[in-house]
C-alpha cells in the first residue's frame, strides 16, 4: 500500500504544480479600494452597512410575530 501511495501523491503534486490558470477569468487588481471613488464607496461600504441593518430589522420584525 505504501509502496502505491508515495508515486500518486507525488504525481499529484506535480499536476498541480503545472496546472494552467485559464485566461477568460479575470485576476484580482494590484490597486487597493479607492475610497474617494463614489463607486467604491457606495459598494463597499454603503450597501453592506445597509444590507445588515435589513437584516436586524427583519430579525427583530420575525421574533415579534412569534
Known amino acids: 500500500m505504501k509502496d502505491i501511495l508515495i508515486p500518486i501523491t ?13 485566461t477568460e477569468v479575470p485576476k484580482p487588481s494590484d490597486y487597493p479600494i479607492d475610497l474617494s471613488n463614489t463607486a467604491d464607496l457606495i459598494i463597499y461600504i454603503i450597501i453592506p452597512i445597509v444590507f445588515v441593518i435589513l437584516i436586524l430589522w427583519w430579525r427583530k420584525r420575525q421574533k415579534q410575530n412569534k
Do not use: D, M, Y
Open 10 to 22: 507525488a504525481l499529484l503534486f506535480t499536476s498541480i504544480g503545472w496546472a494552467q490558470k485559464p
